[in-house]
C-alpha cells in the first residue's frame, strides 16, 4: 500500500502560523485515513517554530525564508524540509499531498516575499526538498491527478 504524506493542517490540527487548520473536505481523505496511508508532518513546527509564529515568506532575492520584521527563519524552514524527507524515508513515501502556497509546503505557488498577498510561481522549501529527491508532490489543487497517480 502506497503512503502518502500529507500536510499537518489538512487533517484538522492546528499548527498554521494563526494557529488555525485548513482542514481539506475531501472524501477520499477519509478513506486514505482508513487504510493508514496518511502521515502527517508540519514542517514548520517539526522545523522548531512555534504555533502560533509570524509569517513568513520566500524572498525573491536571496530564496531566505523571512518574516515581514526581516527576521531569517530559513534553517527552522530547512530544519523541518530534512524531518520531512526523513519521514519520507522511513515510510518509503513517493508522493506526497501538501497546501499551496506555503513558504514550506506549496508545489505551484508561494507568496513573493512582499507580504502584499500576490503570489507567484514557485514551490516551499519542503516541497524543493523532497521533489529533489524524486518525491511527486500534490496540493489540494492537485488532489484528482494524485488519485490517478496512486490507482497506476
Ligand atoms: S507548514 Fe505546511 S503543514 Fe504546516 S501549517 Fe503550513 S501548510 Fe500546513
Known sequence: ????????????????????????????????????????????????????????????????????????????????ANMALKMCNKHNIRYALLKESSPSCGSNTVYDGTFSGKKISGEGKTTELLRQHGIEVYSELTIESLIAALAK
Open 1 to 80: 500500500m502506497k503512503k502518502i504524506l500529507v500536510s499537518a493542517c489538512f487533517l484538522g490540527d492546528k499548527v498554521r502560523y494563526d494557529g488555525k487548520q485548513k482542514t481539506l473536505n475531501h472524501p477520499i481523505i477519509q478513506k486514505w485515513q482508513t487504510e493508514g496511508r496518511l502521515i502527517s508532518i508540519c514542517p514548520e513546527v517539526a522545523g522548531g517554530l512555534s504555533v502560533p509564529r509570524a509569517a513568513a515568506e520566500i524572498s525573491t532575492l536571496n530564496g531566505k525564508v523571512l518574516t515581514s520584521q526581516k527576521i531569517d527563519v530559513s534553517t527552522s524552514f530547512q530544519h523541518g
